[in-house]
């Protein structure tokens, strides 16, 4: 823990304790301080912009440590609590006139403190007071969204997915306050997809029946030059049955598996050579009753003239890809389904057969495509939150760890 010196900083947070019995000048009592002094000056330095840095009116800055300093006398402990029960632990430094923090203080928190000091008498005064740390500003506050969705039931496939409105600079410091509960306990990593984007899954499927709680503690993390942590975050889910379609592109099929036993075959058509279904493994992202699918918006051309152009509304659509792959009705290839691969890369069935796979899928159950002629690494090396989890080595996997290592979840 590095000294701080009252004298050699333009701000920092002082105690000063007056003795309350004779002095070494041999002066009387009632001639000397008959009362404690306590004065709480500014702490650290504030990201640019930001309220505070003066304690003035009891507001300390959240960017630095926390330091006390006692004058005449010696610190013999210092409790800081917040106002929710939490302690900001800190040491005494060698000189014994100074207390600095471990850790920097939660932005927007209050804390109350007590110390005990030792005057040059041995006699030991309590001294309480407290201060006020200042919110993150607006502009400086990291902001993100969760998914799955707090509550939720998901599938075995469903990675945890946090999305930063702002590029994280710091990732190690972010990804060392963003914890996974689970019961039972698995193995899993993060991993960056980006500077905005990081991703949580195990090294195998969650086990049917597995609750997850995930919780960032990101209030007071500096994520970025001038950007801070000014919350934290908290989510809760459980993963339901096993539900795994398996779609063979030589077959022409799709199996429904549930827990391990093949409930449905259906016949099914999937791309089309020019446009052939990426085979691997993608997690369901989202649903739609019904929805409109264009070329223009699959990359495919926008030139009505062109034979590939197509504008088709579809019913019972279920996302696999923000690329554009869907399982999804498609009445006009029924005649195909079982027969021939004719889509544009989407798995086309049925319109009763989509509606039951509609009807059965939720966020982060597993759809697996092989014997196609087109693999999943354009897809992954985008990032696209459908193929990326699990379609690269584990090894690979942690490499995207800005800690870059495995963890075992903690015990829920």
């Given at each position: 823990?590095?000294?701080?010196?009252?004298?050699?900083?333009?701000?920092?947070?002082v105690?000063?304790?007056g003795?309350?019995?004779?002095?070494?000048?041999g002066?009387?009592?009632?001639?000397?301080?008959?009362?404690t002094?306590?004065?709480?000056?500014?702490?650290?330095?504030?990201?640019?912009?930001?309220?505070?840095?003066?304690?003035?009116d009891g507001?300390?800055?959240?960017t630095?440590?926390?330091?006390?300093?006692?004058?005449?006398?010696q610190?013999?402990?210092a409790?800081?609590?917040?106002?929710?029960g939490?302690?900001?632990?800190?040491?005494?430094?060698?000189?014994g006139?100074?207390?600095t923090?471990?850790?920097?203080?939660?932005?927007?928190?209050?804390?109350?403190?007590t110390?005990?000091?030792s005057?040059?008498?041995?006699?030991?005064?309590?001294?309480?007071?407290?201060?006020?740390?200042?919110?993150?500003?607006?502009?400086?506050?990291?902001?993100?969204?969760?998914?799955p969705?707090n509550?939720?039931?998901?599938?075995?496939?469903?990675?945890?997915?946090?999305?930063?409105?702002?590029?994280?600079?710091?990732?190690?410091?972010?990804?060392?306050?963003?914890?996974?509960?689970?019961n039972p306990?698995?193995?899993?990593?993060?991993?960056?997809?980006?500077d905005?984007?990081?991703?949580?899954?195990?090294?195998?499927?969650?086990?049917a029946?597995?609750?997850?709680?995930?919780?960032?503690?990101?209030?007071?993390?500096?994520a970025?030059?001038?950007?801070?942590?000014?919350?934290?975050?908290?989510?809760?889910?459980?993963?339901?049955?096993?539900?795994?379609?398996?779609?063979?592109?030589?077959?022409?099929?799709?199996?429904?598996?549930?827990?391990?036993?093949?409930?449905?075959?259906w016949?099914?058509?999937?791309?089309?050579p020019?446009?052939?279904?990426r085979?691997?493994?993608?997690?369901i992202?989202?649903?739609?009753?019904?929805?409109n699918?264009?070329?223009?918006?699959a990359?495919?051309?926008?030139?009505?003239?062109?034979?590939?152009?197509?504008?088709?509304?579809?019913?019972?659509?279920?996302?696999?890809?923000?690329?554009g792959?869907?399982?999804?009705s498609?009445?006009w290839?029924?005649?195909?389904?079982?027969?021939?691969?004719?889509s544009?890369g989407?798995i086309?069935?049925?319109?009763s057969?989509?509606?039951?796979?509609?009807?059965?899928?939720r966020?982060?159950?597993?759809?697996?495509?092989?014997?196609s002629?087109?693999g999943?690494?354009?897809?992954?090396?985008?990032?696209?939150?459908?193929?990326?989890?699990?379609?690269?080595?584990?090894?690979?996997y942690?490499?995207g760890?800005?800690?870059?290592?495995?963890?075992?979840?903690?015990?829920?």
């Amino acid at each position: 823990m590095r000294r701080l010196a009252a004298c050699a900083l333009a701000s920092i947070g002082v105690l000063m304790l007056g003795s309350c019995g004779g002095d070494d000048d041999g002066r009387p009592d009632g001639e000397r301080h008959a009362h404690t002094l306590v004065q709480l000056d500014g702490i650290g330095n504030a990201p640019e912009g930001a309220d505070g840095g003066s304690t003035d009116d009891g507001v300390v800055d959240f960017t630095e440590p926390v330091s006390l300093h006692v004058r005449s006398g010696q610190i013999e402990s210092a409790e800081v609590i917040s106002a929710d029960g939490t302690e900001l632990t800190g040491s005494v430094a060698d000189d014994g006139h100074t207390w600095t923090s471990e850790r920097r203080p939660d932005p927007g928190q209050n804390y109350e403190l007590t110390i005990t000091a030792s005057d040059h008498f041995g006699r030991s005064h309590t001294l309480s007071d407290e201060f006020t740390v200042a919110e993150v500003p607006e502009g400086d506050r990291l902001t993100l969204s969760m998914q799955p969705s707090n509550e939720s039931v998901v599938g075995v496939g469903a990675p945890i997915v946090i999305r930063f409105d702002q590029s994280v600079t710091e990732r190690e410091a972010v990804e060392r306050e963003m914890h996974v509960s689970s019961n039972p306990q698995v193995v899993g990593s993060w991993h960056w997809v980006n500077d905005s984007e990081a991703h949580f899954r195990p090294k195998d499927y969650w086990p049917a029946g597995t609750a997850v709680a995930v919780d960032l503690e990101l209030n007071g993390v500096q994520a970025g030059d001038g950007l801070w942590g000014g919350r934290s975050y908290h989510l809760k889910f459980d993963v339901g049955e096993e539900r795994i379609a398996e779609v063979d592109a030589d077959e022409y099929d799709m199996s429904m598996n549930v827990d391990g036993e093949t409930q449905e075959t259906w016949d099914t058509s999937l791309g089309e050579p020019d446009f052939a279904t990426r085979n691997g493994t993608y997690v369901i992202l989202e649903k739609f009753e019904e929805r409109n699918m264009t070329s223009c918006s699959a990359n495919i051309t926008c030139d009505e003239d062109d034979p590939e152009y197509y504008d088709v509304d579809t019913d019972w659509a279920v996302r696999l890809s923000y690329s554009g792959t869907f399982v999804h009705s498609a009445p006009w290839s029924e005649g195909d389904q079982g027969e021939d691969n004719v889509s544009h890369g989407c798995i086309n069935l049925n319109e009763s057969n989509a509606e039951t796979f509609y009807e059965m899928a939720r966020y982060g159950d597993v759809v697996t495509v092989e014997n196609s002629t087109r693999g999943p690494d354009d897809l992954v090396e985008r990032g696209d939150p459908g193929m990326v989890d699990w379609n690269q080595s584990w090894d690979e996997y942690v490499a995207g760890s800005a800690l870059g290592e495995e963890i075992t979840t903690d015990e829920l």
